[in-house]
């Protein structure tokens, strides 16, 4: 089964780029990166999805290498309202959900 | 458009009572999720419902928890004998297609068991 591993928790200063990398070292060949993004006392809301190479929108971009073994959510400027938990997600296999553990929490500092 | 919504938003019980927690899934989304969140911690997967096929249970954590989708809409997800490690905030979340497309989530229920 696909699993991520992610920084349980990481810190910044507003106006920084913060790049937060996940690994999934058996992710199927077939299978999109999703990330998710949760402010405290809300439900997740998804920020970003790609397969390979980079994908970009108006919240992130997402860096993805050739081996697809891991990926990079990156966060430009970051803001104190960026502060909240990220998730990055790949199919468990066995069409089995989406799995979403503890994500990586992410602190903005003024 | 309207998002998912769920209902109470909080709810305060004693233990041994049981509860029904409601979700209303974006209209027309075919797949409905319920999951569990403690304090400070990740999601937990309970159940999952696409069309009309048979939910996926595989994350109830005891039988002391079902769930029911009605129509394809509304669900209801029910806690019997409700225990203090019960407490908790439940999530629910829609989604249109296939298994891994975007899920849209509800602003919970916070679940407090005395």
């Known amino acids: 089964l696909a699993k991520t591993t992610q920084p349980i928790s990481m810190d910044s200063y507003e106006g920084q780029e913060v790049n937060i990398t996940c690994s999934h070292n058996n992710i199927a060949t077939n299978d999109y990166i999703t990330w998710y993004q949760q402010f405290p006392s809300q439900g997740p809301r998804f920020i970003i999805q790609?397969?390979?190479t980079k994908v970009t929108n108006e919240v992130a971009s997402l860096f993805i290498p050739a081996d697809r073994k891991s990926s990079t959510l990156s966060l430009p400027r970051v803001s104190l309202s960026d502060t909240a938990v990220y998730y990055c997600l790949v199919p468990p296999g066995g069409n089995t959900p989406l799995v979403f553990g503890k994500g990586t929490r992410l602190s903005v500092i003024a | 458009g309207a998002g998912v919504s769920q209902s109470p938003s909080n709810k305060v019980t004693e233990k041994g009572k049981d509860v029904e927690l409601r979700c209303d899934p974006i209209s027309g989304h075919t797949a409905l999720y319920w999951y569990r969140q403690s304090l400070g911690q990740g999601l937990e997967f309970l159940i999952y419902?696409?069309?009309?096929?048979?939910?996926?249970k595989s994350g109830l954590p005891s039988d002391r928890f079902s769930a029911e989708r009605t129509g394809g809409s509304v669900s209801t997800l029910t806690i019997q004998r409700t225990q203090q490690e019960d407490s908790a905030v439940y999530l629910c979340a829609s989604s249109y297609g296939q298994l891994y497309n975007e899920q849209f989530f509800g602003p919970g229920t916070r679940l407090t068991v005395l």
């Open positions: 419902f696409q069309g009309n096929s048979a939910p996926d």
């Open positions: 790609g397969y390979k």
